[in-house]
């Protein structure tokens, strides 16, 4: 059994590619009208309801045995402690709910931010998270390391994540304030960003890796104001004002390119794909 997180966005490719596999996969949805017709049906797709972040009891809704977690949640924004029960606390009660039913195999999405800033970031590279949200996700990484004699944890630090029906994140924000004509401002200069069809395969390959590993997922570098005129040049919208400073995230995918055959989509086609 598969237990996947979050059946929106990225974590609805993977339940898809999944099931049309042949595997079962059970999910969570915040309340039953969340259910997608799409979904109805499937024979190897079973769901429970609750809502990560505030839900301090999640055994009630989750199966009595899961092999594979793919823990995709991930709130970007919001108050502080809104975010930590979300992003730091729920990973811990998960941690302790699939030890419990025996796992075998625990893949936590984390973020790019947790190294703040640099240039051709290796996954050697210490943690420096700039930001409540980098610090709440960097928390949940540190949380792992009491729990890698029960099962085997794959950490996957997606610089930037983006894509179709993707709510939460650096460029969902920035899509947001062009396409209502809003303000700009961010601290970052040059990033790396990360469109979340590329990683579907990928985080299957991580799954049936051997072994604790740590990879970094992220496209090739680009400044904001460049995505910000790609984006404008997709959705026909612009924002108010753009103002960008010299921050830089890059990061460096060649061991996730090398071991889990992830390949990069042009940025100008995952924009498109993500927003036009």
């Not at 594979?68 to 990973?91: C, M, Q, R």
């Not at 195999?105 to 998270?129: C, D, H, R």
């Amino acid at each position: 059994m598969n237990v996947i997180t979050s059946p929106f966005g990225l974590g609805e490719k993977l339940i898809l590619e999944l099931v049309n596999r042949g595997e079962s996969v059970y999910t969570l949805f915040p309340s039953p009208k969340d259910v997608p017709m799409s979904f109805l049906g499937k024979i190897h797709l079973k769901y429970g309801f609750t809502k990560l972040g505030h839900d301090t009891h999640l055994e009630k809704s989750l199966p009595k045995k899961a092999e594979t977690i793919f823990h995709v949640h991930d709130e970007y924004t919001g108050s502080f402690p809104h975010l930590f029960k979300s992003n730091t606390l729920a990973t811990l009660l998960l941690l302790d709910w699939a030890r419990s039913v025996g796992a075998e195999k625990f893949i936590y999405l984390s973020s790019g931010e947790v190294y703040g800033q640099g240039t051709m970031i290796n996954e050697k590279i210490a943690y420096n998270p700039r930001s409540f949200y980098a610090t709440t996700k960097f928390e949940a990484e540190v949380l792992m390391r009491y729990y890698y004699r029960s099962f085997e944890i794959t950490t996957l630090r997606m610089f930037f994540a983006f894509g179709k029906n993707d709510n939460q994140g650096y460029i969902a924000n920035l899509f947001s304030s062009i396409t209502s004509a809003g303000s700009i401002e961010t601290d970052y200069g040059v990033i790396s960003p990360t469109f979340t069809d590329d990683c579907v395969a990928p985080i299957i390959n991580a799954r049936d890796s051997k072994g604790s590993q740590i990879f970094n997922f992220c496209g090739s570098s680009i400044t904001v104001a460049e995505i910000v005129d790609k984006i404008k040049t997709v959705c026909n919208k612009s924002p108010k004002k753009i103002s960008t400073g010299n921050v830089k995230l890059i990061g460096d995918n060649t061991k996730a390119k090398e071991v889990l055959g992830y390949k990069e989509t042009p940025i100008q086609d995952a924009l498109k794909n993500s927003f036009g």
